[in-house]
């Protein structure tokens, strides 16, 4: 029991001890490094932080990662300075990909089609490793009770799955196009 209550004390107690000193650092830089994250997402736009893609997402962890290093850390500028490049780069990548197909195909995952007029395409579902269960799940929480009801499944660049249903002889328009 010792031991535990010795573990317990070193995890929860800061290297340099808990001094005003660190408990005013780490709310200042939490602070302060709030406001900027506000100030970037006001300034770039509402995709900043957003998880449209699984590229989006990388960025959403990579920019945690900074925010938790400079909180802790001694130098509030440097983590500041490097959340600010990465936004600039999500916002030129973005920008870029908006206007050049080529880019946004390295860029982002294209949308694959995993169920069309109530056929499972079981090849598009190993390829991108979806499971029969999980798409059932995502079928059911859509409140789909037949795949055959299921016009279009399309497994989206962010991750998540798109369902339509209804009439089988009405136009699917937001087929996603087929990459080459």
């Known amino acids: 029991m010792d031991v535990v209550l010795q573990v317990l004390r070193e995890i929860l107690t800061p290297q340099e001890g808990w001094t005003p000193e660190f408990v005013v650092r780490v709310v200042l830089s939490t602070t302060l490094l709030f406001a900027f994250v506000i100030v970037l997402a006001r300034t770039f736009g509402a995709r900043t932080f957003a998880s449209f ?3 989006d997402f990388l960025i959403n962890i990579a920019a945690g990662s900074l925010v938790a290093s400079s909180i802790l850390g001694q ?7 490097s959340l600010l ?4 780069l999500q916002w030129a ?3 870029v990909s908006a206007h050049s197909r080529r880019v946004h195909d390295v860029v982002d995952n294209p949308p694959v089609v995993l169920i069309e007029r109530g056929e499972i395409n079981e090849q598009a579902m190993r390829k991108v490793r979806v499971s029969h269960q999980s798409l059932e799940q995502q079928l059911r929480n859509k409140g789909v009770q037949s795949i055959e009801n299921v016009r279009l499944a399309v497994l989206e660049s962010g991750g998540t799955i ?5 009439e089988e002889d009405a136009s699917l328009e937001t087929t996603p196009r087929r990459s080459s």
Request: proline share 0%.
């Open 85 to 88: 490049a990465l936004a600039v």
């Open 75 to 81: 130098n509030l500028i440097e983590g500041a300075l």
């Open 162 to 166: 798109s369902v339509m249903t209804g």
């Open 93 to 95: 990548t973005s920008w």
């Open 53 to 55: 893609t699984s590229y």
